[in-house]
């Protein structure tokens, strides 16, 4: 079996093997191997995000909403992507930056990766594969409850301050 395969088959494997977010290694966005599982206990809200959407001004309200729940336990986890209409076409620094800039966000961000198509990272297989499909638009949002599994999938155009994602946020954290 040449390297190629090999490859494709321990990917298939994680993939097809995986039972919770916690099994997934991540890059951050300044270049740092992340280990989903330092998550373990937390919830968890998993967003592929872009800068020139004309979503991206939930980065606000994932931010306040970030800001409210932490301190019980919630983090998100921004995944800048350019699958859908080239619209982060940007360095992992220049996200980095204008995140900070514009929207003053404190919340973990990752590397780019890409959450649709035949590239499309491990995580975002499992995530589409485990809840309603392939991702259609940034800013689809995944609630991960505090045992690594998927409890909610929200679409793009579900603000991150909605009353429906705020009560599984607190349904999530135990109230």
Request: glycine share 8%; charged share 20%; aromatic share 14%.
């Amino acid at each position: 079996m040449n390297k190629l395969a090999g490859a494709f088959l321990a990917f298939c494997s994680l993939v097809w093997a995986a039972s919770s977010v916690y099994e997934f290694t991540m890059n951050s966005i300044d270049g740092k191997s992340v280990t989903l599982a330092s998550y373990r206990g937390k919830v968890l809200m998993i967003v592929n995000v872009a800068s020139r959407c004309g979503y991206t001004p939930q980065y606000a309200a994932l931010e306040a909403v970030y800001e409210k729940y932490r301190d019980r336990g919630f983090l998100i986890a921004g995944f800048p992507a350019n699958n859908f209409g080239g619209q982060e076409p940007g360095t992992n620094e220049e996200i980095r930056q204008f995140c900070s800039a514009k929207y003053n966000v404190k919340f973990p961000m990752f590397a780019k990766i890409s959450v649709a198509g035949e590239d499309q990272a491990p995580l975002y297989h499992y995530l589409t594969a485990a809840q309603g499909g392939e991702i259609e638009w940034n800013f689809t949002k995944f609630l991960i409850d505090r045992n690594g599994k998927i409890a909610r999938r929200f679409p793009s155009e579900t603000t991150p301050d909605s009353p429906e994602v705020t009560a599984a946020i607190e349904s999530a954290l135990g109230r």
